[in-house]
């Protein structure tokens, strides 16, 4: 069982998915705004859409073509809820579609940028100039418009944009949640806030308190176990349910011996004694690394990892009788990610090291208060339950930890080596003002020496390699263009003080190809 969402009666702007890899972009640009929104899989039933009492429709966009035998089509009874509707590229296909007018088969597409010429001074297009860039990716175009249908303007190829005022249905061929669409947030907000008259009134001291109430009221008397990482999600998850029922939470902190520097110490200081957490700490390093010896095959040190954390996750989680939940940190991209339209790009990525399989025996039902929110939603609540800023602000750590970061084999040496690495990275640099301004920054230890010379004497040692990237979605990622003279203090610091480390290299590849972890 899952908690009920909590702002479900809220007025908000319902996003239909299509498949656009945007989607997320949509629904956070209406946030931004103050209006709460919802992104649901475009087949959702209309009396679904309906219960929500939305101000507004948002269609998205998708991959696929209105004519194609497997089109993501809905019935055009969408159209008579008297609920305003914007479609957005395939969106506006699809309204054009169902309401009678005529899409055609592109004949070149339009990828990138943009030059969008205005109609007229329509309210959609308030506050937008005469000529603006736009984000434009289709093929198929809308060729003539369903009745009682204008134009609101053209780029040199397609109609890229249309409505109806009488009805409310308003569609634009470009993307407006996209950055690269010069005015973009001001068309979104034209939509929400004068067209659909949203109240914004999304406000996360709010939302903390409602959550609170909830967690309360869902979870009685009864108790919850969490798995508290150290990372933003659970951290949050934690305090939010700590907040609400204290000592009926116990969270577990696994430390693998594969986590950052001092990382073990921080969480249970912070979580354990400054906010007074029931924390079980298990010291499990030496099972894990025992378990890691002699593997360097990057999947099969993963899986190795993984089936060991939930080993011993479970054991100490069975040892808490009469639990009735399990809380976890569960976000909005995640839930998107797993309800996606099918297809849909925005299905695919990432792989979550939330807590799995539980036994079954434990019938517990399962608490995820963090899951109609973004990311940095997450962090502004987590910096307003109190938690230091250099928590909340930490970038994020893959489940498999360092033990993706040592190249081949894991030994206890070389995860002393690179935690102290890794430490002078992160060290600079927070002193260098830069740690905000990357998205991910680490370092990798490769399992090849090399010669150099120290004093008058040759050596013979490892290399380090700095990794550190810039991304708004971890998807794709380029690297970060760090100042030379930063990248030489490093460098110079890695090799001096951690023993057995005579070469620096700073990794300069962007993802994809490469990816962000070498492992
Ligand atoms: P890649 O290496 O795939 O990483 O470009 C993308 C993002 O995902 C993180 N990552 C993981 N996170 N468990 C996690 O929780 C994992 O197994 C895992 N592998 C990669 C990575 O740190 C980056 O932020």
């Known amino acids: 069982m899952a908690t009920k969402n909590t702002h479900l009666q809220q007025n908000s702007i319902v996003i239909l998915d299509f498949g656009s890899q945007y989607n997320q972009l949509i629904a956070r640009r209406i946030r931004e705004l103050g209006v709460y929104s919802e992104i649901l899989p475009y087949d959702t039933p209309l009396e679904e859409i309906t ?20 089109a993501h089509l809905i019935s055009p009874d969408i159209f008579k809820l008297k609920i305003p509707v914007f479609g957005i590229c395939y969106g506006m296909q699809l309204m054009t579609y169902l309401l009678g007018g005529k899409v055609d088969k592109g004949e070149i597409g339009e990828y990138g940028k943009a030059i969008f010429y205005k109609n007229t001074g329509h309210s959609l297009l308030k506050n937008v100039p005469e000529v603006s860039q736009v984000w434009m990716s289709h093929f198929d175009e809308v060729s003539q418009v369903p009745d009682g249908f204008g134009i609101l303007g053209h780029t040199d190829t397609c109609i890229a944009g249309i409505y109806n005022d009488s009805q409310k249905f308003y569609a634009t061929q470009f993307h407006p949640e996209v950055e690269h669409t010069e005015y973009g947030r001001q068309i979104l907000k034209n939509f929400v806030l004068d067209i659909c008259k949203s109240n914004p009134n999304w406000d996360l001291q709010d939302y903390i308190t409602k959550s609170i109430a909830a967690i309360k009221e869902t979870v009685g008397d009864e108790k919850v176990i969490l798995g508290l990482s150290g990372g933003v999600d659970s951290s949050v998850a934690a305090m939010l349910i700590h907040k609400a029922i204290g000592k009926q939470l116990t969270c577990i902190f696994v430390d693998t011996g594969l986590l950052r520097q001092n990382e073990a110490k921080a969480v249970m200081e912070t979580y354990g004694k400054h906010f007074d957490m029931n924390i079980k700490y298990i010291d499990a ?12 095959d990057p999947e099969a040190k993963r899986k190795i990892i993984g089936r060991e954390f939930i080993e011993v996750f479970n054991r100490e989680a069975g040892k808490i009788k009469d639990a009735g939940f399990l809380a976890q940190g569960t976000i909005y991209p995640d839930i998107i990610e797993s309800q996606s339209a099918k297809g849909g790009p925005s299905a695919t990525i990432k792989s979550h090291h939330n807590v799995g399989g539980l036994p079954e025996n434990m019938h517990l039902k399962l608490l995820e208060p963090l899951k109609e929110l973004f990311k940095d939603e997450v962090r502004k609540i987590g910096l307003e339950l109190g938690i230091p800023r250099g928590m909340i602000m930490r970038h994020p750590f893959p489940g498999p ?38 998205s991910q920054a680490f370092v990798v230890l490769l399992p090849v020496k090399s010669v150099g010379v120290m004093g008058d004497e040759r050596t013979y040692e490892y290399t380090a390699v700095i990794r550190s990237v810039n991304t708004t979605d971890f998807m794709t990622a380029t690297w970060s263009r760090l100042p030379y003279d930063f990248l030489e203090k490093v460098s110079s610091r890695i090799i001096n003080e951690v023993r057995c480390i005579n070469r620096v290299a700073y990794d300069i590849s962007s993802k994809p190809p490469a990816t962000i972890e070498w492992e």
Request: hydrophobic share 35%; charged share 30%.
């Open 51 to 70: 219960k929500r009492k939305p101000d507004g429709i948002i269609l998205s966009g998708g991959p696929s073509s209105v004519y194609s035998p497997d």
């Open 285 to 296: 390093s030496e099972q894990f690394l025992k378990a890691l010896k002699g593997v360097s």
């Open 401 to 438: 930890g360092l033990g993706i970061r040592i190249l081949g084999e894991v030994s206890p040496e070389k995860v002393r080596i690179l935690q102290q690495a890794d430490a002078i990275f992160i060290d600079e640099l927070r002193q260098n003002d830069l740690y905000e301004k990357v």
